[in-house]
């Protein structure tokens, strides 16, 4: 890295005792501020600690001495120093006058962002976060420099304080070939970002301290326009900006939802839910914990969605070494059988939050992951049509709240060492769903919610691909994982059945289709009806798209799931109270 600082500029404001002590000071070179408060001793600070430069007390006539040397004080009560980074920034008392000052070393460090330069260059806009002074500007200002300089973006700074390119109407070289505009007021900056992208056509806005909702609003206008977006904002965390209402915007904006009864029993959650509101401004999110170490979020969508789940998200955490050399690791939270996270900083500790809980054998143990065969001429009826009408008869849903339990049946052992009933883990597959299925068709399977007890993992698809530890922990356990595509009630009955090997001729397309029709309602029967009529009549033998009549959310979703049953396409349209179903041919 290369560092610019000029700091022999800083030193000339400040009185003549204190800027000889700072001069042969064995540690100049690391300054970080130098505090001038009146009638106390004066303060110099160091990454290290601080340490006092005079005991004699700072006077009005020696901050008033600096005050001479600097620039205009704005209405941030922040000044500069001409064609540096420096800032000074200022207390004042109950009458305005200037009673303090913190002059902080401004420093272009040169090669600050190898860490996060792919990101950089990906075009997507970047969100800082982290303390203050732990260096957020700084990175902002080689941003900007790559992005004009080396990547030949127009980049326009949205400079409210002058920290960013300097003090003076020439800016800084340390952004480049990067334009700045200066901000009369701070209450002005989201003006001025909206006219940077009226006026002057940028590819890229740089906007340091992100702090009012005008601003958040401003940010999302301009990245609505495609503009690519680089800024920083106060806050070590993601969570923090979440429980920001002025700031929470920037992460998608957080709103309070009703569930209805089906759809809170099935997420086994409470009925009023938070779930984020828009897609955020900020596709990526850097918290800088330390100069040295930041935490990467790469989809901030999905970090805000898992965070109103109750889950953890699995960020990077990118850290520089003294030799220059980036390690990127991934911080990974696992479930266990008893329901708890436990989160691991790399990728091969993950596994040791299963540790054995009973011997495995048979087809687990061998490595090898043959689907079940079906057991014929066994007292196991998988396909029986008297006990199928029986349990469909039986008002279905509505039956007491027995299990169907394997226990009283003679366990039987597949043909790779597997014992029947075959003990399923669900995961993002709704289990209230799952168990429904098991029931009405008698099938040999056990929920658990222990993965050590599981023989096979039933995910969806969507899951999985965002979740490598699932793929990982299958593997390293020798479980098979199947994948279906959504939480339907078809999807479910096709992933169960293929996971037995079942070939059924007599449960028939039929029969399948009884189970979306169970205990509905006169209204859900006439939707379902109708949806069936258009399918069997007009879609598939006319080969013509139908919209059927406008019915509630929980009925069109219903309707969904009929449609996919015969393997076609729908789609929902229109606007509450008139959103409609739409049946395309296939």
Avoid at 36 to 53: C, I, K, M, S, V
Avoid at 447 to 464: E, G, P, Y
Wanted: proline fraction near 5%; hydrophobic fraction near 35%; glycine fraction near 8%.
């Amino acid at each position: 890295m290369t560092i610019t600082e000029d700091l022999q500029k800083l030193l000339d404001i400040l009185p003549q005792d204190l800027r000889q002590v700072l001069e042969n000071h064995p540690q100049r070179d690391s300054l970080v501020e130098v505090v001038l408060d009146l009638g106390r001793r004066p303060e110099a600070r160091f990454p290290q600690g601080a340490e006092y430069l005079s005991e004699v007390p700072i006077n009005q006539a020696q901050i008033d001495d600096c005050i001479q040397r600097v620039g205009i004080f704005g209405g941030d009560n922040r000044a500069g120093i001409e064609q540096t980074l420096h800032r000074i920034s200022a207390i004042r008392n109950r009458t305005g006058k200037i009673i303090g000052l913190t002059c902080r070393v401004g420093r272009a460090i040169y090669g600050t962002i190898g860490m996060i330069r792919d990101l950089v260059e990906t075009g997507k806009s970047i969100l800082m976060l982290g303390r203050p002074g732990v260096g957020k500007t700084t990175a902002l200002r080689e941003i900007a420099r790559v992005l004009a300089d080396e990547l030949n973006k127009r980049v326009v700074i949205i400079d409210s304080s002058n920290e960013i390119a300097g003090d003076g109407d020439v800016p800084h070289p340390a952004i480049g070939k990067a334009r700045r505009m200066q901000v009369a007021h701070p209450s002005e900056q989201h003006q001025v970002m909206i006219e940077a992208v009226e006026n002057h056509m940028p590819e890229v806005i740089v906007i340091d301290e992100i702090g009012t909702e005008l601003e958040a609003l401003a940010a999302r206008t301009i990245a609505e326009r495609g503009v690519q977006l680089v800024g920083t904002a106060h806050g070590n965390q993601i969570e923090n900006l979440i429980k920001n209402p002025t700031l929470s915007d920037l992460v998608g904006g957080i709103q309070a939802v009703t569930l209805g009864d089906d759809e809170a029993r099935r997420r086994g959650s409470q009925k009023t839910v938070l779930e984020r509101k828009a897609l955020p401004t900020f596709d990526i999110a850097v918290e800088m914990h330390e100069r040295q170490r930041w935490v990467v979020h790469e989809s901030v969508a999905d970090t805000v969605d898992t965070l109103l789940r109750g889950r953890q998200p699995n960020p990077q955490t990118r850290t520089l070494d003294d030799h220059g050399k980036v390690a990127i690791a991934r911080h990974l939270t696992a479930i266990n059988g008893n329901g708890n996270a436990r989160s691991h900083g790399q990728v091969a500790h993950v596994e040791e939050a299963f540790a054995p809980a009973r011997q495995v054998n048979g087809w687990r143990s061998s490595g090898k992951m043959a689907p079940l065969q079906a057991v014929p001429n066994e007292p196991i009826n998988l396909s029986g049509r008297g006990e199928f009408d029986r349990l469909l008869n039986e008002e279905a849903w509505g039956l007491d709240d027995r299990s169907f339990g394997f226990d009283d049946r003679p366990h039987h052992s597949g043909p790779n060492g597997e014992d029947l009933p075959l003990h399923i883990y669900p995961y993002g597959v709704s289990r209230h769903q799952l168990e429904q299925v098991v029931k009405v068709l008698n099938l040999p399977v056990v929920l658990t919610k222990d993965l050590d007890n599981a023989d096979s993992i039933l995910a969806l698809r969507s899951h999985v691909k965002n979740h490598a530890k699932l793929r990982q922990l299958a593997k390293s356990r020798h479980l098979p994982l199947h994948m279906i595509k959504s939480s339907t009630i078809p999807q479910i009955t096709r992933g169960l059945r293929r996971m037995l090997n079942m070939d059924d001729p007599d449960f028939s397309d039929e029969r399948e289709l009884q189970l979306l029709m169970h205990n509905g309602s006169e209204d859900e029967m006439d939707a379902l009806e109708e949806a069936r009529l258009a399918v069997e009549q007009i879609v598939i033998p006319k080969g013509q798209p139908v919209e059927l009549l406008p019915r509630s959310a929980q009925v069109r979703k219903m309707q969904h799931e009929l449609v996919e049953h015969y393997r076609l396409k729908s789609d929902s349209f229109g606007e509450e109270p008139n959103r409609r179903l739409r049946i395309y041919p296939a």
